[in-house]
């Protein structure tokens, strides 16, 4: 997709693929969605990937350069490169050139191995989450990570926590053991309730058997706003 007049959008509903076929052998080029030179790209849905083999680097699954900007609402994303040479991992399920002015701004989606820790070695701020509290969830069992601004449950809201400075609730949470809270943190409860009935607590006080705690705010760097 490439120039300022350029606007694609992908609506791939009711199993729509895009798929790249290339080995990667010789290059980086094997690109389901490459979006460059002030291009717009905007992902709804639909499956993605490439067959590239795991021992070459390169081959970004989803990537931007010089100005590109592509908005990811939806759809499942799965590389099949590893991009050693930014540190290991599967990190070019979504990439951007370093310092070209290009960015990826994620508010659905899951994605193969690629999650908030891999979106952050990007740098630069070129893969972030759309402002409005969304959130990287914690990888499923089939090493997906989704984008959602849903905090339904423990896991997620305890993954949001540590990759977040505000998070909302999308339900009643049930704990089985306090938070602890050792940065700056805003919650909106959201007319929701956090419990915490659990007799396996971990130990805070001294004697886990006598505790009860939901939130346990500790340092100086801690501050915890709830709403």
Known sequence: VDGADANLTLNATNG?????????????YNTAVWVTN??????????YSNTADPENDGCDLIYGRDGGKIYVTGGTFKAGAIRSNLGGGIYGVLN????????IIVSGGKFYEYGAAEAAKVGNGEVILLEGGYYWSAKDADGY???????????????????????KLGANITLTDAITINKVVTIDLNGYTIENNSAANTTKLGNAADECIVFYVDGADANLTLN
């Open 16 to 28: 729509g693929k895009v798929i790249a076929t290339g080995d990667g052998s010789t290059s980086y």
């Open 38 to 47: 002030g291009a717009t790209a905007t992902i709804n849905g639909g499956e």
């Open 96 to 103: 951007c050139k370093d310092s070209k002015g290009s960015q």
């Open 145 to 167: 990570y989704t984008v959602t601004d849903k905090i339904e449950t423990e896991e997620a809201l305890r993954t949001a926590i540590a990759n977040n400075n505000e998070v």
